[in-house]
């Protein structure tokens, strides 16, 4: 789940192919990134790229929101 509390009102009720494709991409991203973090050696580089993409999609939700 996306860690937006402020829109998540908004988001119960919408729906189409692109928000389905970024909810796609953040759920990959967000596995990826637990990945990540529980293997060994620890991949810190790749958890800081997934992080800043985990956010770059969350910033990319509230802006969809915004259009709507």
């Known amino acids: 789940m996306l860690r937006l509390p402020d829109i998540r009102h908004r988001l119960v009720g ?23 973090r529980n293997g060994c050696p620890r991949e810190d580089k790749l958890i800081t790229e997934y992080e800043q993409l985990c956010l770059e999609i969350e910033q990319e939700v509230a802006v969809y929101c915004a259009d709507r």
């Open 14 to 36: 919408m729906t189409g192919e692109t928000l389905g494709e970024i909810f796609e991409a953040y759920d990959l991203a967000v596995d990826a990134l637990d990945r990540f």
